[in-house]
């Protein structure tokens, strides 16, 4: 058996980059400045460079790579002022009920190579996949939704972070999921893991392209019937979705 392949992939300078990667990415789960650290660093990368190979494939994203489409910023009370259970008014009363702020990714640049238009829309558009995918915000769903993201797109910042989150489950881990009955105690066993990524994988490869789609157009629309459009099934039970929380239940009675 020849291991020459392993030889090549652990070479003293792959090995540096990937230290060097594991440093930033702690937590990056919960801290959301570590993913886009994370995802900064893989600018001008050949895993960057697939991504937007992977990205530009699809006709209508390579269509919005070109244009460089921006869209105005997310407005929480323009969109709690439409119509109930929309695309628009669930995010606006998701984010506000959870105190995010809509604005979380770094600014656009005036001016953008493709790569940092892809990274720039991937972190945009971020939460609304959290919306229609059901995937709740806190680190329980985290990694179901940015695996919808690596699934469609390769998108190297969550694709580490998938790979990185497993490899530390594996080594950290002390129970298996079926010993595990809290949610809290779940989430740190490699079986929670990896059937969060899988379901995101599953939902990515199901659903249409999501990376073109100018969200803004669908504010209004109700979100089943959006949902429906991108052949998107959402969670809807269990502690990954955020249809499980209280407050988001008693905030969209």
Not at 10 to 33: C, H, M, R, W, Y
Not at 76 to 100: C, R
Not at 141 to 155: D, H, N, P, W, Y
């Amino acid at each position: 058996m020849s291991f020459n392949y392993i030889n090549e992939i652990t070479s003293p300078e792959n090995l540096a980059k990937f230290a060097d990667l594991v440093k930033i990415a702690g937590g990056a789960v919960q801290d959301v400045s570590s993913a886009f650290k994370v995802s900064h660093r893989f600018l001008g990368t050949k895993p960057m460079e697939l991504c937007v190979r992977a990205v530009m494939s699809d006709s209508n994203s390579a269509e919005i790579v070109k244009e460089k489409y921006i869209g105005l910023a997310y407005d929480l009370d323009a969109m709690l002022a439409m119509p109930k259970h929309s695309l628009g008014w669930t995010y606006g009363k998701v984010m506000s009920t959870m105190g995010y702020d809509p604005q979380f990714y770094p600014p656009a640049k005036p001016e953008m190579n493709d790569e940092e238009y892809v990274n720039f829309r991937v972190f945009k558009t971020h939460d609304i996949h959290h919306i229609l995918t059901g995937f709740s915000l806190n680190n329980f769903g985290e990694l179901g939704v940015i695996s919808v993201t690596v699934a469609q797109s390769r998108f190297p910042g969550f694709l580490f972070i998938d790979l990185l989150s497993l490899l530390i489950s594996f080594f950290a881990s002390d129970k298996l999921v079926s010993e595990t009955s809290l949610p809290e105690d779940q989430i740190k066993t490699l079986g929670y893991k990896f059937k969060l990524i899988s379901q995101g994988l599953e939902m990515g490869e199901s659903a249409k392209p999501l990376f073109p789609i100018k969200w803004e157009e669908y504010f209004e629309h109700p979100l089943d019937e959006v949902r429906k459009e991108v052949n998107i099934i959402p969670v809807t039970t269990g502690a990954y979705s955020w249809y499980s929380d209280p407050k988001l239940q008693d905030a969209m009675a």
